[in-house]
C-alpha cells in the first residue's frame, strides 16, 4: 500500500459522525422518556380517568331505573378504597378482567383516599354512606388521588359536578 490510501482511510467523515451523534441521540432521548415521563403525569392521568369514572357511574344510575336494595345497584355505587376507585362491582370483583367503571393507570402505583361509598340518586346528586359527609351547599366530597409524586384532588358538588380540584 502506499502513502496516499492510508492518509483517506484512517477516520471516519463528518457526515458519518454526525449520523451516529444524531442517532445516539434519538435513542436516548427514548430511553430517557421511558424512565422519567410516566411518573410525572401518573396523578393527573390519573385524576382526569376518575372524573370519567364517576361520571360514567353517575350517569349510569341517572339512566337506571333501579332501586337502591337491588343487587344490580351495586354498578351505580361508587367505592374509594386505598387501591380502588370505581364502581362497587368493579372494587369487589375476584377477576381480572379488567372494568370500564375502574381506574386502572398500568405500571404505576396509585392510592386513593379516604375510604368512603358514594350512592347517586336519579338526579346525580351524591348521598355518602360512609366515610364522607353527603354535601351540601358550597360543600363538595373530596377525593385524593396519591401518585410516587404528585397528589391531586376530585371533588363531587352537592348537585352533583364532578371536577378536578
Same mark, same amino acid.
Given at each position: 500500500m502506499n502513502h496516499r490510501s492510508l492518509k483517506y482511510r484512517k477516520g471516519f467523515t463528518l457526515v458519518e459522525l454526525i449520523v451516529v451523534i444524531? /442517532? /445516539?441521540a434519538i435513542l436516548s432521548l427514548y430511553a430517557a422518556s421511558k424512565y422519567i415521563g410516566v411518573s410525572q403525569f401518573s396523578a393527573q392521568a390519573? &385524576?382526569?380517568q376518575a372524573i370519567a369514572v364517576i361520571r360514567q357511574i353517575q350517569l349510569g344510575?341517572?339512566?337506571s331505573n333501579i332501586e337502591s336494595g337491588n343487587p344490580l345497584n351495586?354498578? !351505580?355505587t361508587l367505592v374509594v378504597?386505598? +387501591?380502588c376507585l370505581g364502581s362497587q362491582q368493579a372494587c369487589n370483583s375476584t377477576t381480572n378482567e379488567p !372494568?370500564? +367503571?375502574?381506574v386502572i393507570i398500568e405500571n404505576q402505583e396509585m392510592s386513593f383516599s379516604p375510604s368512603m361509598t358514594v350512592d347517586f340518586d336519579l338526579l346525580g346528586n351524591p348521598t355518602c354512606k360512609g366515610g364522607c359527609n353527603t354535601p351540601v351547599d358550597d360543600q363538595a366530597i373530596r377525593i385524593q388521588v396519591n401518585s410516587s409524586q404528585q397528589q391531586?384532588?376530585?371533588c363531587i358538588?352537592? &348537585?352533583g359536578y364532578v371536577y378536578g380540584c
Open positions: 444524531i /442517532v /445516539v390519573a &385524576q382526569q344510575r341517572m339512566q351495586s354498578r !351505580f378504597t386505598p +387501591h !372494568f370500564s +367503571h375502574q391531586q384532588g376530585i358538588n352537592s &348537585q
